[in-house]
Nanobody, 125 residues
Framework: QVQLVESGGGLVQAGGSLRLSCAAS????????MGWFRQAPGKEREFVAA???????????DYADSVKGRFTVSRDTAKNMVYLQINSLKPEDTAVYYC???????????????WGQGTQVTVSS
């Protein structure tokens, strides 16, 4: 069993930065790949980034022009933490951001076993 709690969201102006954190509890956390997803109002939850259990395999969503270079995922297994650094925020990044745990790095929502409650990111223009 893994429990996940996100934090770090907030209201920020376009062009600003945020670092989202995901605190995990549970002895098996280090065996799971971790993903970040986001869900804007009226839209489906979409994949943002994933990182393998070792941290050695990372990939990002391939609506990539809007994500690549601005989003960085990382994890500190010793601290049971996963992070998503978001730079050059845009109004279209406004969404609830979720971290989730899966058996392997995947873009597929259904393959994630555990989810946090989400943290709201709002970007003003």
């Amino acid at each position: 069993q893994v429990q996940l709690v996100e934090s770090g969201g907030g209201l920020v102006q376009a062009g600003g930065s945020l670092r989202l954190s995901c605190a995990a509890s549970g002895r098996t956390f280090r065996t799971y790949a971790m993903g970040w997803f986001r869900q804007a109002p009226g839209k489906e939850r979409e994949f943002v980034a994933a990182i393998s259990w070792s941290g050695g395999y990372i990939y990002y969503a391939d609506y990539a022009d809007s994500v690549k270079g601005r989003f960085t995922v990382s994890r500190d297994t010793a601290k049971n933490m996963v992070y998503l650094q978001i730079n050059s925020l845009k109004p279209e990044d406004t969404a609830v951001y979720y971290c989730a745990a899966a058996a392997s790095s995947t873009r597929t929502v259904e393959e994630y076993y555990y989810w946090g409650q989400g943290t709201q990111v709002t970007v003003s223009s």
